[in-house]
């Protein structure tokens, strides 16, 4: 059974930090493209991060380029994504997503194959 929990969403003021995990099981992370994707209230959800099972590549959204830092850490098979200097328009429930296969660069929900429940993540003074 494939499955994906997200955790480390929470309460945090503008310009502070959160690091969210994902935790797969049924597979190993290694051998799957991971993404991590966002969900405001009442808005589509949008692509954050992802690394590629391609080539192990990480691509940035716009929004989250030069902020979020997306990383792998092979021996927990946890796919964590850093969010500094975080918005208030960064507030929503973030996803993690994998897939079997997935080449570099930036790719839709539809891409993916397994999703988790999602974290909140809520960026107010």
């Known amino acids: 059974q494939v499955q994906l929990v997200e955790s480390g969403g929470g309460l945090v003021q503008p310009g502070g930090s959160l690091r969210l995990a994902c935790a797969p099981s049924?597979?190993?992370?290694?051998?799957?493209?991971v993404g991590w994707f966002r969900q405001a209230p009442g808005k589509e959800r949008e692509g954050v991060a992802n690394?590629?099972?391609?080539?192990?590549?990480?691509y940035y959204f716009d929004s989250a380029r030069g902020r979020f830092t997306i990383s792998r850490d092979n021996a927990k098979n946890t796919v964590y994504l850093k969010m500094d200097s975080l918005k208030p328009e960064d507030t929503a429930v973030y996803y993690c997503?994998?897939?079997?296969?997935?080449?570099?660069?930036?790719?839709?929900?539809?891409?993916?194959?397994?999703w988790g429940q999602g974290t909140q993540v809520t960026v107010s003074s």
């Open positions: 997503a994998a897939a079997k296969w997935m080449g570099a660069g930036p790719q839709t929900p539809d891409r993916y194959d397994y």
């Open positions: 049924g597979f190993i992370a290694e051998y799957y493209a």
């Open positions: 690394i590629a099972s391609s080539d192990g590549s990480m």
